[in-house]
Nanobody
Framework: HVQLVESGGGSVQAGGSLRLSCISSEYVYGSHCMAWFRQAPGKEREGVASIYKPLGSTVYDDSVKGRFTISHDTAKSTMYLQMNRLKPEDSAMYYC???????????????????RGQGTQVTVS
């Protein structure tokens, strides 16, 4: 059964915007922390942003602060990543992840999230 499904990726020109979505199935119930990671070809995976849903607290990587916004809609069981003022260096496969508590945003922490999606591609030219 599929637990996290990303969507919303695509191709956009530099300076443009995209909104990624990550819908959760009932199987990730109790996962209070959700996050976005990304990985570009030939580069290590890096954390982009996380949200701890009970408090609404958010953490962002310095590279996206002021441009990206993470949010969650409980009624829709969906997490979003609004990406504005996109740059070519934002091009990557974007993954969502979920865990009971937030294990961090360093690249290695991706596998400490119990649930992980298959990714959606973002290309900025």
């Amino acid at each position: 059964h599929v637990q996290l499904v990303e969507s919303g990726g695509g191709s956009v020109q530099a300076g443009g915007s995209l909104r990624l979505s990550c819908i959760s199935s009932e199987y990730v119930y109790g996962s209070h922390c959700m996050a976005w990671f990304r990985q570009a070809p030939g580069k290590e995976r890096e954390g982009v942003a996380s949200i701890y849903k009970p408090l609404g607290s958010t953490v962002y990587d310095d590279s996206v602060k002021g441009r990206f916004t993470i949010s969650h809609d409980t009624a829709k069981s969906t997490m979003y990543l609004q990406m504005n003022r996109l740059k070519p260096e934002d091009s990557a496969m974007y993954y969502c992840a979920a865990a009971r508590l937030c294990p961090g945003l360093d690249g290695g922490s991706f596998y400490r999230y119990k649930y992980r999606g298959q990714g959606t591609q973002v290309t900025v030219s």
